[in-house]
């Protein structure tokens, strides 16, 4: 099927389903201008995972972690939600019952206006410390002092996102794998379906019965399994299905 019967399929289906699942990854904050970690310019191609995103690299030496963190931020802070996050953050006034279940730490879908939302990895806006297990939000764009430190006891601040060998918010979690129960349908888009958890949900999805849709610029290991899996740049094709949508509505 060619790319624009697909968009007009899903935009078929979504018209007609009461409730919908978004599982997004990197690839949604690509056309914003943020690094996605895999893929030729990714952050992973730059740094290495185990020097910058495990709590053991942390402890090893958290002023070069923050480096990292700050850098990240700064660029963050200077980009804009894309289309891709505002046709999302529509949706959810649209469809009855609606999860966006994101990878992403960026905050960017909640600048866009999405608020059912659940993060899944954290957010890069977001300070734990290390000794009373707080989270504070810290938006200083760079940080004055690194590593930070917590203004109430002064231990060692670290970002509140989730590292490689940790665990995904209990809550969170169970939240989004009781979306994937209730879906009738699931996008997945701009993720490469690598890292679990996150990468399983939309095979539990699937395994109760939702129809998978795929948003990506090339195959993923989800693509075998996609029931539709369209190709390409997800701030062009997510406004092409909500136009269609919105049409059929009108007509
Ligand atoms: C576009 C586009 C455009 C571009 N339009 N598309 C089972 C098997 C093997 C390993 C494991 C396993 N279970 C757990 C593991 C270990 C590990 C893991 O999965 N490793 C794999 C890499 C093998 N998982 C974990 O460690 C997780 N923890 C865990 O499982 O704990 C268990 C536990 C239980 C109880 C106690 C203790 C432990 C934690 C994973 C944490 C991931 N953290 C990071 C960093 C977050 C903080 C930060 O940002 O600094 O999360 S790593 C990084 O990868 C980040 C992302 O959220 C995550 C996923 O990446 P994503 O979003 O998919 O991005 P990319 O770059 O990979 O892909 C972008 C895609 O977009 C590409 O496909 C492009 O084509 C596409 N694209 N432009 C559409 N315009």
Redesign the pocket.
Known sequence: MMLDDKVKKVAEILGNQPSLTIL?????S??SGVP????PD???RQFR?ED??TPEAFYRNPKLVWEW?DW?RQKIQKVKPNP?HLVIARWEKYFPSFILIT???DGLHRQAGSTKILE???N?WWVRCLKENKVMENRQVPLIQIPPLCSDCGSLLR?H????????PADILEAAFNACYRSEIMMV???????????SLPLIAQQHGAIIVE????P?PLSHYADYSLY????E?LPLIDELIFKEKME
């Open positions: 997004t990854g990197a690839g949604v690509a056309e996605t970690f895999r893929g990714g952050l992973w995972a910058l995103a963190y990240r891709a990878q992403n730490v899944l990895h954290g890069i970002p996102v989730v590292w490689f060998g940790e665990a995904l888009i701009g993720t490469s379906a690598l890292v679990q958890p996150a990468a948003i990506n610029l090339e993923t390409g740049k997800a701030g094709i």
